[in-house]
């Protein structure tokens, strides 16, 4: 059916309009925030008719013209603050782990946390109605979960399933702009480190507008967490590996050609064998400690454990024999586990206690580890993996192996490691 000139004109009209109502709603956060300029500049925004809202794949912004003009209609404010609260998202990288994810439990923690953000800056441009019940709803989270990122959020839910009727209330305060753009079906123009370089960006504009300023503690710390190196914790495994003598066939230097001419000319009498070892770099000995005080829970510890075992049980990672001790520690060494096999580990696992629960030494384990170089309990020790929370004394002497402080989190309260050792964030789930 032909559409009438009449409706061509209307559509037109209200496509101007809403052109219009954005436009002046960037401004309006131009003017408030103007370390967004950057981040804000670089989204395409596309008309999109009939699709009932704002949706954005990170690099281009699908909009509803009239779903832009009803919301203008019921308060011109909802329009600054859902395009804000899209914004953040994509400063904050979360349609980047939207693969990662269950995806209904991430679009809850991460819709908290932007609004939690825009209500702590109190912006009377972006204020709502609704603000004052979204805030006590965010304080009580706030309570359980400490700093309100999407990534606290999302683990606490994951832990602390949440009802039927909840997720409605979340969603009801909460709920902006639509996320099923989130997984792009093409390329995109603005990729994840594209939009990593514009976060430092907007990190580094806002220490200056904050001299004088409150309200951007939550803004921080979701951006800490947005550009936060992220670390491939089976990479940095290898730098335990040492060269040695694997015992499997050798096909990088067997010549076929030698082997297959003597099995035709001579029978069943190649001219030569294939080397039945090869020279292979993997792991055979390193120390894992356990810091056992009282901030370090039991299931996480053990959680732990299992990831960097299984990235490093392979065969393409271990030798046959390996020497690993699991040390725990709180303030002295509790215990010292040995494991040589497999089996050994599966025993420690379903078996073995945690011990301690006192206060933080780090000291104790590197003092431990000298005695047992010295009582040659290792024939060349590469590395020590040390989970903790942090918060402890570090030895000030460098040991003569590599060195590896794992955390969980991010914390800024927390000391820095040791320049002679490396520090890795491991995410919880």
Not at 121 to 144: F, S
Not at 352 to 366: E, H, N, Y
């Amino acid at each position: 059916m032909a559409r009438s000139p009449e409706d061509s004109d209307m559509k037109q009209k209200i496509g101007k309009l809403a052109e219009e109502v954005l436009a002046l709603s960037r401004d309006n956060i131009l003017v408030s925030l103007r370390f967004l300029d950057v981040a804000l500049l670089g989204l395409v925004w596309q008309e999109r008719a009939s699709i009932g809202c704002m949706a954005t794949d990170g690099s281009t912004v699908w909009y509803d013209p009239e779903h832009i003009l009803r919301l203008y209609r019921r308060d011109p404010r909802l329009v600054t603050r859902s395009m804000l609260h899209l914004l953040l998202h994509c400063i904050f990288y979360h349609g980047f782990a939207y693969d990662r994810v269950e995806r209904e439990l991430w679009d809850m923690a991460s819709d908290m946390a932007v609004e939690s953000v825009i209500l702590e800056m109190d912006l009377p441009m972006a204020g709502l109605d609704t603000d004052g019940e979204a805030e006590a709803k965010l304080r009580v989270w706030r309570e359980d979960v400490g700093a309100l990122t999407a990534e606290r959020i999302y683990r606490y839910m994951k832990h602390n399933p949440v009802s039927p009727r909840e997720r409605q209330e979340l969603t009801a305060l909460f709920y902006r702009d639509d996320h099923g753009r989130w997984m792009p079906e093409g390329e995109i123009q603005m990729t994840p480190q594209q939009w990593k370089k514009i976060s430092e960006r907007v990190k580094a504009d806002l220490k200056s507008f904050t001299k004088s300023k409150t309200g951007t503690q939550g803004l921080e710390k979701n951006l800490a967490e947005a550009t936060r190196d992220k670390y491939d914790y089976g990479a940095i495994l290898k730098r335990f590996t040492v060269m040695g003598e694997d015992m499997t066939v050798n096909d990088e230097e067997f010549d076929y050609i030698y082997y297959t001419y003597g099995l035709e000319r001579y029978g069943n009498m190649p001219l030569i064998e294939p080397l039945e070892y090869k020279d292979a770099k993997k792991v055979k000995e390193f120390v894992i400690a356990l810091d056992t005080s009282a901030s370090c829970r039991g299931p996480v510890v053990k959680a732990f454990l299992n990831k960097t075992y299984s990235l490093l049980k392979g065969s393409e990672n271990f030798f046959t024999k390996i020497n690993v001790h699991i040390i725990q520690c709180d303030n002295e060494v509790q215990s010292d586990t040995k494991i040589t096999c497999d089996e050994d580990f599966q025993q420690f696992m379903a078996h073995g206690k945690l011990q301690g629960f006192g206060a933080t030494d780090f000291r104790p384990v590197f003092d431990y580890v000298d005695r047992l170089l010295e009582q040659g309990e290792f024939d060349n020790l590469k590395g020590l993996i040390y989970f903790t929370d942090g918060y402890g004394i570090y030895p000030e002497r460098m040991p003569g192996y590599d060195v590896i402080f794992a955390f969980l989190e991010e914390d800024e309260g927390r000391r820095s490691v040791p320049p002679w050792s490396m520090k890795v964030i491991i995410e919880e789930e």
